[in-house]
């Protein structure tokens, strides 16, 4: 078998690599074996990472069973919850790209001849989706799993009610510090990406459906027996894809993203899908603009609430049979295609079964008819809005209100929390999109404060920022074209009017054209938030949120 890697190890030019190869300590006999990169997003800062180490050495011993050669190589990861609200916002979504790029240089300078990637957050995961579809080799995505619920006065805690929109309740006089730092020990109870639908789950659920990760790895619990077998078999699997040269290009086709998509708005997920799934797209090959997920959303049903916008959590997931058995009840809408498991959708399907039907529902006793990620389109957002329908109260689908600009998320979360914001009022937050952030920060200790202050079915926010998958309520971001490129949002002035339409998918500022047109041609570019260091770099180079927020080559 030719390999990839014997370009390094093969031949009388290729001692001196091989003299470093020893050095490593790789025998003799190895250097004929498939070399495999495990790439880890280790770190000791993000609880859903810190249980990596036993999970590396179930993946390395899958790999030497199988009868390849491991070598482990990390990249770094943010954690979005303690990034959330400050500064280090900024360079959470920048990191994605940085993660595709260092693998990218790693795996071909190196000649891998395949992949096992180890990862569990928000960025990490679609920036190791971006680095498969990209170098085109073998691989097998291992999501780390999330973390059990937490516990509370015999209730179960998740990050988002407990900690952020406890934020709101403590200045609205609803909560006492007491209770919230009771709570602050409680909500996060261990290993594991937070116990709801929020990006990190989101994005295992939609790394399984596109079938990058073997059958159950998605909802496995992090501190599970379950999940160190999946790690140990994705090992010896990846070894099989090496012998059959099956690429990660041949499991992401158009279709399978078709099927990430419909089991990401069947389970109400993060809008932040709407950004890393065309991105991931592109370096696959594939044309998928944003109008498809809403052209999806409009016949997939929502058969699953989990928290932040139902009452389930991700275990309930689980013990009912995950996302075989999710896909297994869209079966009319999902397409047969090859995995990773070296079977096909169908053939896990089949296979799967449903142990609680009220977690895990049919599609004709669907929570709502309709997918959980809604795309806006008017005046406002010319280029679309992205929304989680899902988490927004039926009464709130139709808005009308006077707006309130803010150009940052400091200046907004002051007036909230400072019990400025009235119910009427629609936040607009601009300024905070890819370029003008820049980063595009995650919006959630504003809305969550909303939430927690108890006026998430009277107030409003847009923003060309984003959303964590932990947002609820009527929350509009990606606003494109974003501010900073004199997009409508930054035409917005206090007092005006937005409209927002959910049902019939628009969202309207309701002041004429000639205003419009006369406030276009007063404004002026604002100076760069950060001017010095990486993100000035990727501020230049970055695309709209329309487009994935991609670097533009």
């Avoid at 116990?195 to 989101?202: D, R």
């Avoid at 690429?247 to 099927?259: G, L, V």
């Avoid at 980063?439 to 060309?464: C, F, H, K, W, Y």
Wanted: contains cysteine.
């Amino acid at each position: 078998m030719q390999l990839r890697s014997d370009r390094i190890k093969k031949g009388t030019e290729r001692a001196p690599s091989r003299s470093l190869l020893y050095a490593t300590g790789v025998t003799e006999k190895s250097m004929d074996k498939p070399f495999v990169a495990l790439i880890s997003s280790f770190t000791d800062i993000i609880p859903g990472h810190i249980g990596f180490r036993d999970l590396e050495r179930a993946i390395e011993k899958g790999i030497h069973s199988g009868g390849g050669q491991a070598f482990l190589s990390s990249v770094p990861g943010v954690c979005d919850g303690i990034a959330m609200g400050h500064r280090g916002m900024h360079y959470s979504l920048p990191t994605r790209d940085l993660i595709a790029d260092m693998i990218e240089c790693v795996v071909e300078a190196h000649a891998f001849d395949g992949m096992v990637m180890l990862t569990n957050c928000d960025k990490i995961t679609p920036g190791m989706l971006m680095a498969a579809a990209r170098l085109n080799i073998p691989t097998i995505v291992v999501t780390a799993g999330p973390m059990m619920a937490g516990m509370h006065k015999r209730q179960r805690r998740s990050l988002v009610r407990d900690t952020f929109e406890a934020v709101g309740q403590v200045n609205a006089g609803t909560m006492t510090c007491q209770e919230m730092a009771s709570l602050e020990k409680e909500a996060c109870p261990g290993p594991g990406s937070c116990s709801g639908m929020y990006t990190a789950n989101t994005m295992a659920c939609v790394t399984e459906s596109i079938g990058m990760s073997l059958a159950g790895c998605a909802t496995a619990l992090a501190v599970s027996g379950k999940k160190r077998r999946i790690a140990f078999d994705s090992g010896v699997a990846v070894m099989d894809l090496v012998k059959k040269n099956v690429t990660a290009r041949d499991i992401m086709t158009r279709e399978a993203f078709e099927n990430a998509i419909r089991v990401d708005l069947a389970l109400g997920g993060s809008t932040n899908t709407a950004l890393h799934i065309p991105a991931i797209a592109r370096d696959a090959g594939v044309k998928l603009p944003l109008n498809t997920f809403d052209k999806l959303a409009r016949t997939t049903p929502q058969i699953c609430s989990v928290r932040p916008g139902g009452e389930d959590f991700i275990e309930d997931v689980e013990y009912a049979g995950g996302i075989p058995v999710v896909m297994k009840e869209l079966k009319r809408l999902m397409h047969d295609l090859p995995t990773v498991n070296g079977v096909s959708t169908g053939q896990i399907m089949s296979k799967a079964l449903n142990a609680n039907p009220e977690v895990i529902r049919k599609t004709g006793d669907a929570f709502k008819k309709e997918g959980g990620i809604a795309i806006l389109s008017g005046n406002l957002a010319p280029g679309g809005a992205v929304v989680k329908q899902s988490a927004i109260a039926p009464e709130m689908m139709k808005f009308k209100g006077k707006a309130v600009c803010f150009n940052s998320e400091e200046a907004a979360m002051e007036r909230i929390l400072a019990g400025r914001v009235k119910a009427g009022q629609v936040v607009v937050v601009r300024y905070e999109g890819p370029k003008g952030g820049p980063g595009m920060r995650e919006m959630l200790a504003p809305t969550s404060a909303i939430a927690g202050m108890g006026l998430q079915n009277s107030v409003a926010l847009i923003t060309d920022g984003r959303f964590s998958g932990g947002t609820r309520g009527p929350c509009i971001g990606h606003v494109s074209p974003e501010a900073m490129e004199g997009g409508a949002i930054a035409l917005v002035k206090n007092g005006d009017l937005i409209q927002i339409d959910i049902p019939k998918r628009k969202i309207s500022l309701l002041v004429s054209k000639e205003e419009l047109k006369k406030r276009a041609a007063r404004w002026k570019q604002p100076k760069p938030k950060i001017r010095s260091g990486y993100l000035v770099r990727y501020s230049k180079i970055v695309s709209s949120a329309a487009s994935g927020a991609v670097l533009e080559d």
